[in-house]
């Protein structure tokens, strides 16, 4: 007899042993000459060498497949094993998911600008998507990394923003600098979240395969073979910006997403993301896509007050932070310069 021990640590034992147990019931019926101990985030199973070899071909299958698919029921599980343990036929998957999320959540492009963004990804190594609040910017832009991430296609995601205050004096909220800067990525974090396993997301911030981190924390790095998201460009004055597009290294994708109608740098700085747009148009391998109202994907009074606002703006134009600074012209931003 030998035995054999499998770690779950990257996973919820809850979704893989299922509720009640009844996706280990499953195993232990499919491996009826097997003996398994389930001890939290450990299984151990013992038995016959070559029964156990199977189990393990087995079991990496079926991890890879809620890594894929996001959960993980007892159908697929007997489909994976009668399937030898290749999972390439046991859940369809359309071409326009993006991404399976938890609990079964499909992903993808849903309407006309966002496939064009995803398309846009696929041919180009570095996309700018510019629109108004609810559009799906963020959203899209951190499930093609995790796509990318999934697909072995980069090693790692890094996601940033400008720690610019809308409003808030960020040196008087409570906490050490994380928790501080924590706030701004959080919608980061929720896109995440929706996309992976908890103790899997967890797992990946802690060895540094996704990093969270703010715009200043780019400065002098080359970024290889990773799928970089600047978050909330509009944020970003010009040398901020040039500064994020010129640490793209090798086998790198950068997204850039903005809503130039939400400024919040102080009225003597000037967005950066303008000035980008204007520079890089037509420029081989940098694609630019610029999203509406009717892309807004949440409540439909988003797309109500968006209109307000935009018919608000035409009749009494504010022309703060819409002038690109002019040349030689100092953004006197203290948190960063371009390398």
Request: charged share 25%.
């Given at each position: ?5 499998f ?8 979704e ?11 195993i232990?019926?499919l491996f009826?000459k097997?003996?398994?101990?389930a001890r ?6 013992i ?7 199977a189990?393990e071909d ?5 991890l890879?497949?809620f ?12 489909q ?6 290749n999972?390439t036929n ?15 959540m ?6 006309p600008?966002?496939?064009?963004i995803?398309e846009?990804?696929?041919?180009n190594?570095m ?9 799906g910017k963020t959203y899209?832009?951190v499930?093609?990394a ?5 697909n072995?296609?980069?090693?790692r995601?890094?996601?940033?923003r400008?720690?610019?205050e809308?409003?808030?004096?960020l040196g008087?909220l409570?906490?050490?600098m994380k ?10 974090y ?6 992976l396993?908890?103790q899997?997301l967890?797992t ?12 200043a924390f780019?400065r002098?790095?080359t ?6 998201i600047?978050?909330?460009?509009q ?6 910006l ?12 950068f997204?850039i997403t903005?809503d130039?109608t939400?400024?919040?740098l102080?009225r003597?700085?000037?967005s950066?993301?303008l ?5 890089l148009?037509?420029?081989?391998g940098i694609d ?11 409540h ?5 007050i ?6 608000e703006t ?7 932070n819409?002038r690109?600074?002019?040349?030689g012209?100092e953004?006197?931003n203290?948190?960063i310069?371009?390398?």
């Open positions: 007899m030998s035995e054999k021990v770690s779950i640590e990257s996973y919820s034992p809850l893989i042993y299922g509720a009640g147990d009844r996706n280990l019931n499953t232990r019926n009826p097997l003996k398994f101990i939290g985030e450990f299984l151990k199973a038995g016959d060498p070559g029964e156990l070899m189990f087995f079991f990496t299958a079926l890879l497949h890594e894929r698919f996001g959960n993980l029921s007892e159908r697929d599980i007997v994976l094993s009668e399937s030898g343990g999972g046991v859940r369809s998957s359309s071409p326009d998911v993006l991404v399976h999320g938890r609990n079964g499909l992903i993808k492009a849903r309407t600008n966002q496939i064009k995803v846009g990804v696929e041919k190594d996309v700018f998507a510019i629109g108004p609040a609810g559009t899209t832009a499930a093609l995790v796509r990318a991430l999934k072995r296609e980069v090693k995601i890094i996601l940033t400008p720690a610019v809308a409003g808030e004096n008087f409570p906490g050490d928790e501080k800067l924590d706030p701004y990525m959080q919608p980061l929720d896109a995440l979240r929706d996309m396993p908890p899997k967890l990946y911030i802690e060895d540094g395969t996704i990093e969270i981190a703010p715009l780019m002098g790095r970024l290889d073979n990773v799928f970089a600047l978050d909330e460009a944020n970003a004055t010009s040398s901020q040039k500064m994020f597009l010129t640490r793209m290294g090798r086998a790198a994708k997204f903005g130039v939400q400024i919040d102080p003597h700085q000037h950066g993301l000035q980008a747009v204007r520079i148009e037509g420029i081989p630019i896509i610029m999203l509406d109202e009717s892309d807004v994907v949440r439909k009074l988003v797309t109500r968006i209109r307000a606002y935009e018919n035409a009749a009494k134009p504010d022309t703060r819409t690109e600074p002019s040349a012209e953004t006197n203290p948190e310069s371009a390398q």
